[in-house]
């Protein structure tokens, strides 16, 4: 650290694990800050483990006795002395509760606050504080669905194909497309109890379907003084059951007009909540370049290496002095490179993307010229089952589209795991897919994809 560099906090504890904690505790490392890690008896041998200044054992393997387990979380806060936590993305990245709880402890969320987070989980509340704010939403319901009947009239006046949408899901759990009246009662009623069964929360609500759109989301990050700015967009198109598997910023779909206006709107939409932190705000883009607000993610997210490179910040340390209330410059940012980054998961794509834990026996992890990897992974370790399958973050980053698909590839080529079976040859087939090298894709193009 720096001498003149002010430090913001003493010492963050991460509640996370994997390539995220050894992502937070880099940055730490590079502002003065001191680590705690907590881990589950399966990570004992993990690297954020060793990585971090100290280490907690929080329980058992699995996330609901460790890393969802929020007594034994705060008594690590406790023993450790740490004056903020770091959540992550996933577990209680957007656990309001979460976040109430550590600061009635005395312990800095490092994240938007509970009712920030609470005003974005309901979809249905997110979405009429959107249309309040001027944010452009798709046409729907508006509201919960009463019945069946109901649910009938408002498809006829919106018109099929609509979409039913659990109030309390996000990320697709819930959901169900409806194509004509007589699909609508069953429909209805298998979104219901599959929100219930989900969320413990059987509202849901409808919307008109948008075909084949492409997904692509909004960095932004905003203070405790009001000021938002928006940092170019990422394309998450490439995605398997609502699994994202290739993100990319800028979008091959964007155009600066559009830049402008989704910025713009992704402004609004943080501002309308009084954001206080990095998140990213989720749009629906139709092939005429009509935007929808979907829904907005109030953490870092997995992706956000892909801004990163192309904005060159640091978005891990720009979260941090947030939560320290720092002012953010308030400048908005554009993409000048273009990063591609592939999702390297312990699955095998010849097999439907089966999960593949077990020994990391060989590794060999490429580098050079516009390449960094995020990945908590070494020769000898055993990915555990209990977690996600995601074992690494390979980002090529270049000036154009094109070198950075020659630098994946190039790179891919050079990557060797042996063990356990990886998405490596996905990607590999995808960098040479003529549709993805034009840039030619939606959120369906996995639904045809056949591998090799
Ligand atoms: C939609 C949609 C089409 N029309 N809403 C999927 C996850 C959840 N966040 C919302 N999702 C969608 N909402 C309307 N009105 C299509 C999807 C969707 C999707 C969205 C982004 C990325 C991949 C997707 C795959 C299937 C469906």
């Not at 995220?20 to 730490?28: D, E, K, N, Q, S």
């Not at 203070?223 to 967009?233: F, L």
């Not at 609502?242 to 206006?261: A, C, G, I, N, Y």
């Not at 990915?383 to 094109?402: C, F, L």
């Amino acid at each position: 650290m720096t001498k003149d560099s002010k430090k913001s906090f003493n010492k963050i504890l991460i509640a996370n694990r994997g390539e995220i904690a050894l992502r937070v505790i880099r940055t730490c490392r590079e502002m003065g800050i001191k680590t705690v890690a907590v881990y589950s008896t399966a990570d004992k041998d993990s690297l954020h483990v060793k990585f971090a200044d100290e280490a907690v054992c929080i329980g058992r393997p699995s996330s609901a006795d460790s890393y969802l387990n929020i007594p034994h979380l705060m008594a690590a806060m406790e023993i450790t002395n740490a004056d903020a936590v770091h959540p992550g993305y996933g577990f209680l990245a957007e656990n309001a509760k979460f976040a109430e709880i550590c600061g009635e402890h005395g312990v800095k969320f490092i994240g938007p606050t509970p009712d920030q987070i609470r005003s974005m989980g309901d979809k249905i509340t997110a979405k009429e504080t959107m249309i309040k704010a001027g944010v452009p939403v798709v046409p729907g319901s508006g509201g919960l669905l009463g019945s069946v009947e109901e649910a009938k009239v408002i498809a006829k006046e919106i018109t099929y194909p609509v979409i039913l949408k659990a109030t309390a899901g996000g990320g697709g759990k819930g959901m169900r497309v409806v194509w004509q009246e007589s699909e609508i009662e069953k429909a209805y009623n298998t979104a219901k109890a599959e929100a219930l069964a989900s969320f413990k929360n059987d509202g849901v609500y409808m919307e008109k379907f948008v075909e084949e759109p492409r997904h692509i989301e909004i960095q932004v990050a905003g203070d405790r003084y009001g000021t938002v700015c928006h940092m170019s967009e990422r394309d998450c198109s490439i995605q398997r059951r609502h699994q994202k598997l290739v993100e990319e910023s800028p979008s091959p779909f964007m155009t600066d007009e559009l830049r402008e206006r989704m910025g713009a709107a992704a402004v609004k939409a943080a501002q309308a909540i009084g954001y206080e932190s990095v998140g990213t705000i989720e749009f629906l883009v139709d092939k005429h370049r009509n935007f929808y607000f979907m829904e907005m993610n109030t953490r870092i997210q997995v992706e956000h290496c892909v801004t990163e490179e192309v904005t060159n910040f640091d978005l891990i340390k720009e979260q941090i002095k947030i939560a320290a209330g720092e002012p953010i410059s308030g400048k908005h940012y554009f993409p000048e490179m273009h990063a591609i980054e592939c999702r390297i998961n312990a699955e095998d794509p010849f097999n439907d993307f089966r999960p593949s834990p077990g020994k990391i026996t060989v590794l060999h992890q490429p580098g050079g010229h516009g390449i960094r990897i995020d990945s908590h992974v070494y020769a000898g370790y055993v990915i555990p089952p209990y977690y996600d399958s995601m074992i690494a973050k390979i980002i090529a980053v270049a000036r154009t589209r094109k070198e950075a698909i020659d630098t994946m590839s190039r790179a891919l080529s050079e990557y060797v795991i042996e063990g356990v079976k990886t998405t490596i040859p996905f990607h590999q087939q995808l960098m040479r897919n003529e549709d993805f090298i034009k840039g030619n894709f939606t959120t369906k193009f996995l639904d045809t994809f056949k591998m090799q």
